[in-house]
């Protein structure tokens, strides 16, 4: 089974700072990597899918890169409705195996 | 408007069994593999179980398989998850969630349905 290392398990970052998160697959995995954020009480929300497509009406401060085994989220300016936990997911063949969470907060 | 509403949830008592259901709207069902995925109290996403358009392909967590089953009937639009032998790790909030078909992402989730297992 594919496993997905994800880190910082938390973050804390000041508005208007560029934040970036790591998501390491345990074999190659091509672009099959996604990006989800889950604000307290809510669903998960698709941020970015493939690696580095961002989800219709995302906004554009989110972006995502890699390929093979080495994953990066980023939010070029962090806003405080940024505040979340957000997970980085692989899929494939009806299966899937999520990161363990980075929770991001203001500082 | 896209609507996947969860439900079945609640308290259960270990070795017993539940059977959620999740109902689809604002879509065309057949069109989306579905899945789903729970997450324990103040803890992260874990995959339980998803389902091809026609049924045709099924696939388990290792933590669930044997336990699980997962269903759906595209005719009434509705997406299933039995659980039999329940244990209190199952206990979490099930989220049902859709993949467009030739695609490798969740595009939208339901809002959840919480099952506890307990004594």
């Known amino acids: 089974d594919i496993q997905m290392t994800q880190s910082p398990s938390s973050l804390s970052a000041s508005v208007g700072d560029r934040v970036s998160i790591t998501c390491q697959a345990s074999q190659d995995i091509s672009n099959y990597l996604n990006w989800y954020q889950q604000k307290p009480g809510k669903a998960p929300k698709l941020l970015i899918y493939d690696a580095s497509n961002l989800e219709t009406g995302v906004p554009s401060r989110f972006s995502g890169s890699g390929s093979g085994t080495d994953f990066t989220f980023a939010i070029s300016s962090l806003q405080p409705e940024d505040i979340a936990t957000y997970y980085c997911?692989?899929?494939?063949?009806?299966?899937?195996?999520f990161g363990q969470g980075t929770k991001l907060e203001i500082k | 408007e896209v609507q996947l509403v969860e439900s079945g949830g609640g308290l259960v008592q270990p070795g017993r069994s539940l059977r959620l259901s999740c109902a689809a709207s604002g879509f065309t069902f057949d069109d989306y593999a579905m899945h789903w995925v729970r997450q324990a109290p103040g803890k992260g996403l874990e995959w339980v179980s998803g389902?091809?358009?026609?049924?045709?392909?099924?696939a388990y967590a290792d933590s669930v398989k044997g336990r699980f089953t997962i269903s759906r009937d595209n005719a009434k639009n509705s997406l299933y998850l039995q659980m039999n032998s329940l244990r209190a790790e199952d206990t979490a909030l099930y989220y049902c969630?859709?993949?467009?078909?030739?695609?490798?992402?969740?595009?939208?989730w339901g809002q959840g349905t919480l099952v506890t297992v307990s004594s």
């Open positions: 969630a859709r993949v467009p078909f030739g695609e490798s992402h969740f595009d939208y």
């Open positions: 389902i091809s358009w026609n049924s045709g392909t099924i």
């Open positions: 997911q692989h899929y494939d063949n009806l299966m899937s195996t």
